[in-house]
């Protein structure tokens, strides 16, 4: 069977980029194009490319593709990376109380729409017990407090390391991640807010924007830094609102947009579309 590989690249803009690319790729590999897709920003001079590809070339391994590549790449001052289709993640939900996200995810995934492995559940809380256990997915409840948040995050950490978990998705997981916590996992944790970042930051941003009266509410998935809810955006949705809606019916729609939104960060991520920088990204469609 072919094997299908999406390589990633980000370089400074320059001529006969995607020439050079797709030269290399059916030279060296005899490859089949099945998808490619570019970004130029201008205003930073840089070039972005995902191309997708399958090839019955024995040889094309990750070892072998990054000696053969990298001589192009250092030429070009790329960064890049190659990705096998297959090699499926291994994913972590972390969750609190609230339960409406981890249970749209925990669906998507047995309906087919995530190819991962959906390897642990961690919670500071009892609640998510019966759905991980429905699912049959292992469920670790991890509580937590000021005191003891130290050993707690490297009892995570642990758990992460032993399961080799590729991606971790805070599926309303309402505690602060450390800054030692968030450099193990560069770019490899995912957090839906339930607020249009940048506006209405915080612990209750729906009762912020029910006070202040807006007419559109939102949630935002994003990449998590040590910086709280500053993050490369990934995904945002909005959701009208009006006079008639109450503080219960805006929190209802906008768990509804906080579902959307970290499905398709999750989903855009575990298929490789997703390219961070300047604290911005490049979503490939």
């Not at 995530?114 to 049959?136: D, K, M, Q, T």
């Not at 607020?195 to 729906?206: E, I, N, V």
């Not at 939102?218 to 910086?227: L, M």
Request: charged share 20%; proline share 5%; hydrophobic share 45%.
């Amino acid at each position: 069977m072919p094997k299908t590989a999406i390589l990633l690249i980000d370089c400074p803009d320059r001529k006969g980029l995607v020439v050079a690319i797709v030269d290399f790729l059916v030279r060296q590999y005899d490859v089949n194009i099945l998808n490619s897709d570019q970004h130029q920003d201008a205003e930073l001079g840089l070039f972005f490319m995902r191309v997708e590809f399958a090839t019955d070339d024995p040889t094309c391994t990750l070892k072998h593709f990054h000696s053969a590549f990298g001589p192009l790449a250092a030429k070009l001052h790329m960064n890049w990376r190659i990705e096998f289709a297959d090699a499926p993640r291994n994913v972590a939900l972390f969750v609190s109380q609230y339960l409406h996200c981890l249970a749209d995810l925990l669906q998507r995934h047995q309906a087919g729409e995530f190819r991962c492995n959906l390897s642990l559940i961690v919670s500071n809380h009892e609640n998510a017990r019966p759905l991980a256990e429905f699912y049959g997915i292992p469920f670790h409840h991890l509580p937590v407090t000021r005191e003891t948040r130290p050993q707690v995050e490297t009892a995570q950490l642990d758990l992460l390391a032993e399961h080799r978990i590729d991606l971790i998705v805070l599926a309303r997981y309402m505690q602060i991640l450390s800054p030692a916590f968030v450099d193990a996992y560069p770019q490899r944790i995912i957090n839906v807010h339930h607020s249009f970042l940048p506006a209405f930051t915080g612990a209750k941003p729906y009762h912020a924007a029910f006070a202040r009266g807006v007419k559109l509410i939102g949630s935002t998935s994003h990449y998590v830094t040590e910086v709280l809810d500053e993050g490369p955006i990934i995904e945002q949705d909005v959701a009208r609102v009006t006079q008639n809606d109450q503080l219960p019916s805006l929190i209802q729609k906008g768990r509804d947009l906080e579902r959307l939104v970290l499905s398709r960060a999750v989903q855009w991520h575990l298929e490789h579309r997703i390219l961070s920088y300047a604290n911005k990204t490049v979503i490939f469609a």
